[in-house]
């Protein structure tokens, strides 16, 4: 910064201001954080609630990757990564499960919702927020990540491009090893 000369307090203060402003704006441009599951905390057994109210339980989903999307109708930053999830799905089918959980709506706003953004998502319910506190959601959109072991690794907070580079180092880990689920390849014949 050649040229720039700072003499007096308040021009250091504005400065300093500027800086902090960067550093926000910067920090508010990635729009999410990633918070590791604390080790010894035991993972809630349901994953959220089908149309019918019945309880849909993650035991189900094991051997699969898992991710849970916590998202409301009214929340633009929702809508706006819901299309990168379904690419994600479509992107890992067989070894990711993505569900879309929605927060506190009506059935009929869920499936208005549905309708209007053809989002092909599994879509289940948590009517009474209930399931969001039991995971620890207070920040839409949340995703709980969950790897094909069955154990919770992390939660993102805030939207993420599910199909970008950040998300593909958070995914990677999660899948099922190819190599543990192929068969043994035999070791060719060697001739003297």
């Known amino acids: 910064m050649a040229g720039l000369t700072l003499t007096r307090p308040w021009q250091l203060f504005c400065w300093g201001a500027a800086l902090a402003l960067a550093a ?24 959220g609630f089908d149309a019918a109210g019945k309880a849909q ?24 990564e819901m299309p990168s999830l379904a690419q994600l ?7 990711l499960r ?23 998502l599994a879509t289940l319910r948590d009517p009474d927020g ?6 620890g959601i ?6 709980v990540l969950i790897g094909a072991d069955g154990q919770v690794r992390s939660v993102v907070r ?8 950040d998300a593909s180092e958070l995914i990677s880990p999660l899948l099922p090893n190819a190599a543990a689920t192929s068969a043994p390849t035999p070791a060719p014949d060697r001739q003297p």
């Open 24 to 47: 926000t704006q910067t920090l508010a441009q990635a729009g999410f954080e990633v918070q590791a599951w604390p080790a010894h905390k035991p993972a809630p057994q349901v994953a």
């Open 57 to 80: 339980p993650l035991a189900s989903l094991r051997g699969q990757a898992v991710v849970i999307n916590f998202w409301a109708s009214w929340c633009e930053p929702c809508r706006e």
């Open 89 to 95: 799905a479509r992107a890992h089918s067989g070894k």
């Open 98 to 120: 993505v569900l879309a959980v929605n927060y506190k709506e009506s059935s009929a706003a869920v499936v208005q919702f549905v309708a209007a953004t053809g989002l092909d």
């Open 130 to 135: 209930a399931l969001a506190r039991t995971w």
């Open 138 to 143: 207070r920040v839409f959109p949340s995703t």
């Open 158 to 165: 805030g939207a993420l491009d599910w199909h970008g580079v």
